[in-house]
């Protein structure tokens, strides 16, 4: 091995397999996702899915890209199979392609120092997002997030509270007089995170197998006729 | 900088190395093959055939295609396709347009997108002769019952299948609506005429 | 600049003056910038990481403002190191070992300066934008777009002169370590601009950016640090034994399969992925076991006889103990991918600890073993320029520091793993109970910091007697 062409030449190929093998088949197969329905069970018919982020969503993922919270979550749920994630109630299914379809930048994350927030829009409300960016110790004492207290103005109450002042736990309210207000990032980032849900179960997820009964078959006429096609509706 | 002084390290005693050619031993040889055996047999299982729709805990397209509800339209469609491609395309061609002096089209055809479907039940159970108009045209053929060769439920899912192709958008039929049309036990071929006194639902 | 004269054939391997010094005979200041960058920014990123790790006992530290805030400082550690350490120190390091295998003086070695005054620029104000917030948001790539043709420019200059240095090689056959350097040289720009393309300028849609982030990080990672630390080793051992390599074919193998197998993988088990993908980067690391084995054993074949002397020179023995490190950080890597393994490994503390023993175990110890025998060289001056107690201390402290950080990070991890695949422990009761071996990584963080200032009180040390040197030797001239 001592010509440099060949060298090199050795070198672009195994670069090539490499690439091809990661950044161009999977683009081949993934590039071209678009929304698709979800899978229908019982009753439901199947929606659109996923649904765009609101702007103020997309705002949000900005705060949350600038301030690395990457490092600390992800927000991917694995399958049943690999971990413990769906039954901590993380999510409903295990995360797919799909779900990422309207993400900028796709902020996966790859290490667990707090929660999966890949469905925490389901399991938060807006008052607790805040709390817990102002400082999770209110909430989960020995928490070691940090506190994100410069995404928050305490002022002065006006004529009128603010309708958006976070409510804390009565010890650590603000002083008397005072109010603690989001600032726009954190209405952004609470936004975005209150957009985080991954709803549905789709083809590649679907739901798992309805519990079978005891109920002894009988003769009894066979199932209604087939359903009508199912139109995907919008939200 | 300091090329004219003398270099006292001890490079010049110290040459540089070469590399002795001496052969991969035998068991790393091995050892590579093992593992690359393990590794395909590792796709075999777990790549799900390389396909897009394959996520862990499945293995393959198959499993997840099981693991899904099955919906009901969409097995009736594929076993009519099964039923149409062996019986139906001699005539009526696979492209659904019929061929002049053979068959009139289905694609497109007023009586196939017709809701309910009885008339093209009683059609397909009991065949048809004499003149009848499709999309304008007259035709004047004869079609062979097959009441004796399919069931309900494979002629139920032909009709839907004929229902969905080629731009046809009318539903599937349920395979009561072919039983009903059969418990009539209608003697003979169908005629256009007695059809149209059939009210459309 | 000066091209080399001519290809005269040489007849011995003992090489005059000019051209043992020769890769920085001419002028040193190219690799020179290179070196002592790479090793300030070192210092900064493990300073950085000592905050952070900090910052796990009193979350409120420093997180008054956004700019110090953990999210900002872990990305700004991760662009230091390896921005700012990690490609510097290996181009350095490659340069200067094309230039002695290949006896050949530096082309372009102002072309060299200039890209490294570029390069450590473009990664200042990276690392000051993402303190700023402009990181982009991908492990491993946090650098706004806008310093990718800073990069890009400098990595250029530095690249081709490289290029044109390998190409006037006297010596017709090439050693090993020239493999890896040239693997190296190209690797990084290959991977770099895929993933500037695909994940900034013309963003893939959906999870095809993290996936290919993912193999980003992973390649940057196996396959160039990983080809310039070994390149290192390949020289270093045997020269300093007087021995030759054990097998040349061995090498080939390493070389090939560390090529091809370490440059699939980076996806966790768990992605949002097809599975496919996700089995090839278990398979294509699994594999990399392959080229762990064929390094491991040629060089103990090599030194096998000699094992005494390793701890004699201070070369050796960072380069030795950094390659054992290699070994461990790999195996772990494989056991972590096997998915009966990673369902509860995956994002815990045992990946980081793989990639602090991969960064600072192997690459940086590598890499201080590696400068304390060029540095004097490019001054012209001898091993006994460093001052030999700072030099002791600075090994102790950072293969101690990295040691702590590296056993107590992979206990949390397996711990935090065990407790969190019960799902009735509570996540904030699980990471009280990993809290402990989190705390005492913060020992192992402050040593290496220490020893890292140690290195660079006696690399300013070494500067300062080559400034003497050359002041006394102007002065003598008429």
Same mark, same amino acid.
């Not at chain 1, 199979?81 to 299914?93: N, P, T």
């Not at chain 1, 009964?213 to 009508?228: D, E, F, H």
């Not at chain 2, 809701?115 to 093209?120: E, K």
């Not at chain 3, 700012?84 to 050949?104: D, M, Q, S, T």
């Given at each position: 091995?001592?010509?440099?062409?060949?060298?090199?030449?050795?070198?672009?190929?195994?670069?090539?397999?490499?690439?091809?093998?990661?950044?161009?088949?999977?683009?081949?197969?993934?590039?071209?996702?678009?929304?698709?329905?979800?899978?229908?069970?019982?009753?439901?018919? !199947?929606?659109?899915?996923?649904?765009?982020?609101?702007?103020?969503?997309?705002?949000?993922?900005?705060? *949350?890209?600038?301030?690395?919270?990457?490092?600390?979550?992800?927000?991917?749920?694995?399958?049943?199979?690999?971990?413990?994630?769906?039954?901590?109630?993380?999510?409903?299914?295990?995360?797919?392609?799909?779900?990422?379809?309207?993400?900028?930048?796709?902020?996966?994350?790859?290490?667990?120092?707090?929660?999966?927030?890949?469905?925490?829009?389901?399991?938060?409300?807006?008052?607790?997002?805040?709390?817990?960016? *102002?400082?999770?110790?209110?909430?989960?004492?020995?928490?070691?997030?940090?506190?994100?207290?410069?995404?928050?103005?305490?002022?002065?109450?006006?004529?009128? !509270?603010?309708?958006?002042?976070?409510?804390? !736990?009565?010890?650590?309210?603000?002083?008397?007089? *005072?109010?603690?207000?989001?600032?726009?990032?954190?209405?952004?980032?609470?936004?975005?995170?209150?957009?985080?849900?991954?709803?549905? *179960?789709?083809?590649?997820?679907?739901?798992?197998?309805?519990?079978?009964?005891?109920?002894?078959?009988?003769?009894?006429?066979?199932?209604?006729?087939?359903?009508?096609?199912?139109?995907?509706?919008?939200? | 900088?300091?090329?004219?002084?003398?270099?006292?390290?001890?490079?010049?005693?110290?040459?540089?190395?070469?590399?002795?050619?001496?052969?991969?031993?035998?068991?790393?040889?091995?050892?590579?093959?093992?593992?690359?055996?393990?590794?395909?047999?590792?796709?075999?299982?777990?790549?799900?055939?390389?396909?897009?729709?394959?996520?862990?805990?499945?293995?393959?397209?198959?499993?997840?295609?099981?693991?899904?509800?099955?919906?009901?339209?969409?097995?009736?469609?594929?076993?009519?396709?099964?039923?149409?491609?062996?019986?139906?395309?001699?005539?009526?061609?696979?492209?659904?347009?019929?061929?002049?002096?053979?068959?009139?089209?289905?694609?497109?055809?007023?009586?196939?997108?017709?809701?309910?479907?009885?008339?093209?039940?009683?059609?397909?159970?009991?065949?048809?002769?004499?003149?009848?108009?499709?999309?304008?045209?007259?035709?004047?053929?004869?079609?062979?019952?097959?009441?004796?060769?399919?069931?309900?439920?494979?002629?139920?899912?032909?009709?839907?299948?004929?229902?969905?192709?080629?731009?046809?958008?009318?539903?599937?039929?349920?395979?009561?609506?072919?039983?009903?049309?059969?418990?009539?036990?209608?003697?003979?071929?169908?005629?256009?005429?007695?059809?149209?006194?059939?009210?459309?639902? | 600049?000066?091209?080399?004269?001519?290809?005269?054939?040489?007849?011995?391997?003992?090489?005059?003056?000019?051209?043992?010094?020769?890769?920085?005979?001419?002028?040193?200041?190219?690799?020179?910038?290179?070196?002592?960058?790479?090793?300030?920014?070192?210092?900064?990123?493990?300073?950085?990481?000592?905050?952070?790790?900090?910052?796990?006992?009193?979350?409120?530290?420093?997180?008054?403002?956004?700019?110090?805030?953990?999210?900002?400082?872990?990305?700004?550690?991760?662009?230091?190191?390896?921005? %700012?350490?990690?490609?510097?120190?290996?181009?350095?390091?490659?340069?200067?070992? $094309?230039?002695?295998?290949?006896?050949?003086?530096?082309?372009?070695?102002?072309?060299?300066?200039?890209?490294?005054?570029?390069?450590?620029?473009?990664?200042?104000?990276?690392?000051?934008?993402?303190?700023? %917030?402009?990181?982009?948001?991908?492990?491993?790539?946090?650098?706004?777009?806008?310093?990718?043709?800073?990069?890009?420019?400098?990595?250029?200059?530095?690249?081709?002169?490289?290029?044109?240095?390998?190409?006037?090689?006297?010596?017709?056959?090439?050693?090993?370590?020239?493999?890896?350097?040239?693997?190296?040289?190209?690797?990084?720009?290959?991977?770099?601009?895929?993933?500037?393309?695909?994940?900034?300028?013309?963003?893939?849609?959906?999870?095809?950016?993290?996936?290919?982030?993912?193999?980003?990080?992973?390649?940057? /990672?196996?396959?160039?640090?990983?080809?310039? %630390?070994?390149?290192?080793?390949?020289?270093?051992?045997?020269?300093?034994?007087?021995?030759?390599?054990?097998?040349?074919?061995?090498?080939?193998?390493?070389?090939?399969?560390?090529?091809?197998?370490?440059?699939?993988?980076?996806?966790?088990?768990?992605?949002?992925?097809?599975?496919?993908?996700?089995?090839?980067?278990?398979? %294509?690391?699994?594999?990399?076991?392959?080229?762990?084995?064929?390094?491991?054993?040629?060089?103990?074949?090599?030194?096998?006889?000699?094992?005494?002397?390793?701890?004699?020179?201070?070369?050796?023995?960072?380069?030795?103990?950094?390659?054992?490190?290699?070994?461990?950080?790999?195996?772990?890597?494989?056991?972590?991918?096997?998915?009966?393994?990673?369902?509860?490994? /995956?994002?815990?503390?045992?990946?980081?600890?793989?990639?602090?023993?991969?960064?600072?175990?192997?690459?940086?110890?590598?890499?201080?073993?590696?400068?304390?025998?060029?540095?004097?060289?490019?001054?012209?001056?001898?091993?006994?320029?460093?001052?030999?107690?700072?030099?002791?201390?600075?090994?102790?402290?950072?293969?101690?520091?990295?040691?702590?950080?590296? $056993?107590?990070?992979?206990?949390?991890?397996?711990?935090?793993?065990?407790?969190?695949?019960?799902?009735?422990?509570?996540?904030? /009761?699980?990471?009280?109970?990993?809290?402990?071996?989190?705390?005492?990584?913060?020992?192992?963080?402050?040593?290496?910091?220490?020893?890292?200032?140690?290195?660079?009180?006696?690399?300013?040390?070494? $500067?300062?007697?080559?400034?003497?040197?050359?002041?006394?030797?102007?002065?003598?001239?008429?």
């Amino acid at each position: 091995m001592n010509s440099g062409p060949l060298l090199f030449l050795g070198l672009l190929a195994t670069m090539a397999c490499s690439w091809t093998g990661f950044v161009l088949a999977p683009q081949l197969q993934l590039g071209g996702l678009t929304q698709t329905n979800t899978v229908a069970v019982g009753d439901a018919s !199947p929606q659109t899915y996923p649904v765009a982020q609101p702007g103020l969503a997309h705002a949000g993922a900005e705060i *949350y890209r600038a301030n690395g919270c990457a490092a600390c979550h992800t927000e991917m749920v694995r399958s049943l199979d690999l971990g413990s994630d769906l039954h901590r109630g993380w999510g409903i299914r295990r995360s797919l392609a799909e779900d990422y379809l309207f993400e900028q930048p796709v902020m996966l994350g790859s290490q667990r120092v707090g929660p999966d927030l890949a469905n925490v829009g389901r399991l938060s409300d807006t008052n607790g997002l805040f709390v817990r960016l *102002y400082d999770s110790r209110l909430i989960t004492p020995g928490s070691v997030m940090p506190p994100y207290r410069f995404l928050f103005e305490t002022r002065k109450i006006g004529l009128f !509270p603010a309708r958006d002042a976070i409510v804390l !736990p009565f010890e650590d309210a603000a002083p008397p007089g *005072y109010e603690i207000v989001p600032r726009p990032q954190a209405r952004a980032l609470a936004a975005y995170l209150l957009s985080l849900r991954q709803d549905g *179960y789709l083809f590649e997820a679907p739901p798992p197998p309805q519990p079978k009964t005891n109920a002894v078959p009988t003769n009894a006429a066979p199932a209604k006729a087939v359903p009508a096609a199912a139109k995907p509706t919008v939200k | 900088m300091n090329a004219d002084e003398p270099n006292k390290t001890a490079d010049q005693s110290s040459p540089e190395p070469v590399a002795e050619r001496w052969t991969v031993p035998i068991w790393l040889i091995v050892a590579f093959g093992l593992l690359f055996y393990w590794g395909q047999l590792f796709l075999a299982e777990n790549a799900g055939g390389f396909s897009r729709d394959v996520y862990g805990p499945y293995h393959s397209y198959e499993a997840v295609n099981m693991a899904n509800p099955q919906d009901p339209a969409a097995r009736l469609r594929a076993l009519g396709r099964q039923v149409f491609d062996k019986s139906c395309t001699v005539c009526h061609q696979p492209n659904g347009l019929g061929k002049e002096g053979t068959a009139p089209p289905l694609a497109g055809s007023e009586w196939v997108q017709a809701p309910g479907g009885d008339r093209i039940a009683r059609i397909a159970l009991n065949g048809l002769t004499g003149p009848i108009s499709v999309k304008g045209q007259e035709w004047n053929l004869t079609m062979v019952p097959w009441r004796d060769n399919f069931t309900d439920d494979q002629i139920a899912a032909v009709l839907s299948y004929i229902r969905s192709q080629w731009g046809n958008k009318a539903g599937p039929i349920d395979p009561k609506v072919v039983a009903a049309a059969r418990a009539e036990k209608h003697p003979g071929p169908e005629t256009s005429d007695e059809l149209l006194k059939i009210p459309v639902q | 600049m000066s091209a080399i004269a001519s290809r005269t054939p040489t007849i011995s391997r003992n090489l005059p003056q000019a051209q043992q010094a020769g890769a920085g005979a001419s002028c040193p200041v190219g690799m020179l910038a290179l070196f002592a960058g790479a090793v300030v920014w070192l210092f900064i990123a493990s300073l950085l990481g000592l905050l952070n790790s900090l910052k796990f006992h009193a979350p409120g530290f420093l997180a008054g403002e956004a700019y110090l805030s953990y999210g900002r400082v872990h990305a700004a550690q991760n662009a230091a190191f390896l921005y %700012g350490f990690g490609v510097p120190a290996a181009l350095g390091l490659g340069l200067w070992l $094309l230039c002695r295998l290949g006896r050949a003086v530096l082309a372009g070695p102002a072309m060299v300066f200039i890209g490294a005054i570029l390069w450590n620029i473009a990664v200042a104000l990276g690392a000051a934008a993402i303190l700023c %917030g402009g990181s982009t948001g991908f492990d491993s790539f946090e650098m706004p777009a806008w310093c990718a043709p800073l990069l890009f420019l400098a990595y250029l200059f530095i690249g081709v002169c490289a290029l044109l240095t390998f190409h006037q090689r006297q010596e017709g056959r090439l050693y090993p370590s020239q493999w890896f350097v040239v693997g190296s040289l190209f690797w990084f720009p290959w991977i770099f601009s895929t993933a500037v393309l695909v994940l900034l300028c013309v963003p893939a849609r959906g999870v095809l950016q993290a996936s290919i982030a993912w193999w980003y990080a992973h390649n940057l /990672d196996t396959v160039f640090l990983g080809f310039a %630390g070994l390149a290192s080793a390949f020289y270093f051992i045997p020269k300093l034994l007087s021995r030759s390599l054990h097998s040349h074919y061995q090498a080939a193998l390493a070389f090939w399969t560390l090529a091809l197998f370490g440059s699939w993988g980076g996806m966790p088990d768990g992605a949002p992925l097809p599975s496919w993908i996700i089995s090839l980067a278990v398979v %294509g690391t699994v594999l990399t076991a392959v080229p762990i084995l064929a390094v491991a054993t040629n060089f103990y074949q090599t030194v096998r006889q000699d094992l005494g002397a390793l701890d004699a020179d201070p070369t050796l023995r960072f380069t030795y103990v950094g390659l054992i490190f290699w070994v461990i950080a790999g195996a772990q890597q494989i056991v972590g991918v096997l998915p009966s393994v990673s369902s509860i490994t /995956d994002f815990t503390w045992f990946g980081v600890a793989q990639k602090e023993l991969f960064h600072y175990g192997f690459f940086a110890l590598t890499v201080f073993g590696a400068l304390y025998y060029i540095v004097p060289r490019l001054l012209g001056l001898e091993n006994s320029a460093w001052h030999p107690r700072l030099l002791k201390l600075h090994f102790y402290l950072t293969f101690l520091g990295v040691l702590i950080s590296y $056993l107590s990070l992979l206990v949390a991890g397996v711990g935090q793993g065990i407790l969190l695949a019960n799902a009735a422990n509570s996540f904030p /009761d699980v990471m009280r109970r990993t809290m402990m071996p989190l705390r005492v990584s913060t020992v192992g963080d402050l040593f290496v910091v220490a020893g890292t200032v140690l290195f660079l009180l006696n690399f300013a040390g070494v $500067l300062v007697q080559s400034c003497r040197q050359c002041c006394m030797a102007r002065k003598e001239r008429p």
